[in-house]
């Protein structure tokens, strides 16, 4: 696979160097600075493409080869009569990106969160910091800080008096920081929604379900893959994170069933997955090598992470060690490896996959420095190190396609 990693951009505590000394080709970012549903312009895209890729004699220049992500705007999700205009702009932005000689993007249709934890800063007994995600802590906030009306529904009595007894118990600081820390906002930036406003968020989607939602992404899809394959841009949707209903919005792209849902809407190879173990992985039920061997020629972006699942219905997590979770990464990466190598029979121009390790810990020096949560630079270069040489030794001993 084609080793990357995800940069924020200039304000990034992780520097273009660190990813270059971790032996990376390849840097996976964003226009964070564009507002959410404005067109990329092609200005903007060669200024990042240009700060990427400067480099002298003594250094590996770097490439900008995938995006992550061009957002899908709110109204496009909500099935909106504005959605059409926003889409014109999403795709004239695939039109500058394709310009600028950039084949893959990343998107999500996930309603008003990206992503959910209850924690950033898990501490294991050896002194790491990861990310976690408690349903008591969820349900706490939704019940009790939030008020979201009807959300005594979405739990049972047992959880209910469990998070309204810890919320006697709590610190004011402590239910800022939960608080906080559910109402992050996008990967990328530190601000999170404010809670007097969230509410107002959460009711937009008062009449959509999963129906409706799942019809607004294949919408979104059949008018964008077209273009997409045209340019030569391969798509890819990231599944949801945690791969469940919360706040009493639709997730509509959690399981195989799902994708493989959304892959038969628009048949087109431009209208792919980004395949991320750590989201599909948070449900025992998917079975991460049998989608890849059922659905690998749609896979066009690989992350690598894993979770440890710490009940049984799958509702409580944490980020585990990259090769000792709940994922198999032998065979995930052994499944990996077959698909490159059948694309490399049929001689595919993408037969490599671009692949960035995700969610590492935070841990020695990084402890002492403010870093995006789960992006610091040792906890990914340790995973990347441990997947490059599980991804070696797969393809020494694996036989051809």
């Known amino acids: 696979m084609i080793q990357t990693m995800r940069w924020f951009g200039p304000n990034d505590p992780v520097s273009l160097m660190d990813i270059r000394q971790a032996g990376c080709s390849g840097v996976v970012t964003a226009l964070h600075q564009i507002p959410v549903g404005d067109v990329w312009t092609r200005a903007a895209i060669q200024e990042r493409i240009t700060l990427i890729e400067t480099g002298n004699e003594q250094h590996t220049t770097l490439k900008w080869l995938v995006v992550e992500s061009l957002p899908v705007h709110e109204h496009i999700k909500k099935g909106l009569p504005s959605r059409d205009e926003y889409i014109e702009n999403y795709k004239q932005s695939l039109r500058n990106l394709a310009e600028a000689g950039i084949r893959t993007v990343c998107y999500n249709f996930m309603p008003v969160l990206d992503w959910s934890r209850t924690d950033l800063t898990y501490t294991f007994p050896e002194g790491h910091k990861t990310l976690r995600f408690v349903w008591e802590d969820f349900a706490l906030f939704d019940l009790y800080i939030l008020q979201r009306p009807g959300a005594e529904a979405d739990y049972d009595a047992e959880v209910r008096e469990s998070a309204k007894l810890k919320l006697q118990s709590m610190s004011p600081v402590e239910i800022q920081t939960l608080t906080n820390t559910v109402l992050l906002g996008l990967p990328g930036s530190e601000e999170a929604f404010e809670l007097a406003h969230f509410q107002e968020l959460l009711n937009a989607y008062a009449q959509i379900g999963d129906k409706e939602l799942r019809e607004n992404l294949y919408y979104f899809v059949r008018e964008i893959a077209p273009v997409a394959e045209e340019l030569g841009i391969n798509l890819c949707i990231h599944p949801d994170d945690p791969p469940r209903p919360l706040l009493g919005l639709p997730r509509v792209v959690s399981t195989e069933a799902d994708l493989a849902q959304l892959m038969n809407a628009c048949d087109s190879r431009a209208n792919g997955i980004t395949f991320c173990t750590g989201s599909l992985g948070v449900r025992g039920d998917n079975d991460l090598p049998g989608i890849i061997r059922r659905l690998g020629d749609r896979i ?30 032998y065979e995930v990466i052994k499944a990996l490896h077959q698909e490159e190598l059948r694309r490399k029979a049929a001689h595919y121009t993408d037969a490599l996959l671009p692949m960035r390790p995700d969610h590492g810990f935070q841990m020695l020096d990084d402890l002492h420095k403010k870093t995006y949560p789960g992006y610091s630079m040792i906890g990914r270069l340790k995973a990347l190190a441990e997947l490059r040489g599980l991804e070696m030794s797969i393809a020494r001993s694996v036989q051809e396609y």
């Open 300 to 329: 066009h972006f690989v992350h690598l992470r894993t979770t440890k699942r710490e009940s049984e219905d799958n509702r409580n997590f944490h980020e585990a060690p990259h090769l000792n979770g709940d994922v198999d990464m």
